[in-house]
């Protein structure tokens, strides 16, 4: 992609707003139109991680110019679904937004900051960090402590503080993440961002996010899976991942 090409974070010319959506036919129809509406001139690239209910055909309705789909028949895990959303856009920038809104569009110019003035080409959100702010029942103590326990493995192995690595808010330069290749299928792939930068030499920033509770529709997350699937490949990557040369 040419890195000449225009970039506006006002309009999101120059973005590429991946989305990785299964089974979200309550909400996602609302969630592209509230994203778009904010930032007309970005991609929205909608990646449907084999759903069992309408949520392709929701996307397909839409048929909008600023709205791409990718459709998959079996479901492969979130992993699966950002990788391949990296893969596709043809951006300088692309960010990561939940298919459910519970982050903000609003805050998008926000998130992309420290890419477009050169401070790094990974930024991470965080509901956690001072200036985050968390709607009352959003967050289950559950979750909370999986938050703390997993940021913290990743911290260390990584060598820098993290509070937040599974906030599903996060942008990077395009090539930069093509280039790092992620490969964990399943919720693990975040650590693995964070890990393979980390080794690379690059300082991921954190910015505070606003964080809301689902409207509709189910969290793809179950612990008694995720307790055990995400620290394996977290492991799994800091042992097959080598450090920068």
């Known amino acids: 992609m040419p890195a000449s090409a225009a970039v506006d974070p006002a309009t999101g010319r120059g973005f590429t707003i991946i ?6 036919q309550e909400v996602i129809a609302a969630t592209l139109r509230r994203t778009h509406d904010f930032w007309p001139e970005a991609v929205i690239l909608v990646v449907d991680d084999g759903s069992h209910d309408r949520t392709a055909e929701v996307v397909r309705g839409l ?57 790094t080409r990974l930024v ?19 979750k909370r402590l999986a938050s703390l326990v997993a940021s913290g493995l990743v911290s260390v192995l990584c060598g820098q503080r993290l509070t937040d690595v599974f906030a599903g808010f996060k942008a990077w330069d395009t090539d930069y993440a093509q280039r790092l290749g992620l490969t964990d299928a399943g919720f693990g792939y ?24 689902r409207r509709a529709g189910e969290s793809k997350i179950r612990f008694a899976r995720d307790m055990i699937t995400v620290p394996v490949g977290i492991l799994r990557v800091w042992l097959f991942t080598r450090w920068k040369n």
């Open 19 to 24: 989305i990785a959506a299964f089974n979200e």
């Open 63 to 119: 048929a909008a110019p600023w709205l791409r789909l990718h459709s998959y028949k079996v479901n492969h895990g979130k992993g699966f679904a950002i990788a391949r959303g990296i893969d596709f856009a043809e951006t300088p920038y692309s960010l990561q937004l939940d298919a459910d809104c519970q982050f903000p569009p609003e805050k998008m110019p926000e998130l992309v900051a420290p890419l477009l003035d050169g401070r």
């Open 124 to 142: 991470f959100s965080s509901r956690y960090c001072d200036g985050a702010s968390r709607e009352p029942g959003s967050i289950t103590i559950a």
């Open 190 to 213: 975040e650590a693995e961002l964070a890990i393979k930068a980390a080794r690379k030499g690059e300082t991921i920033i954190e910015i505070p996010i606003d964080y809301a509770s």
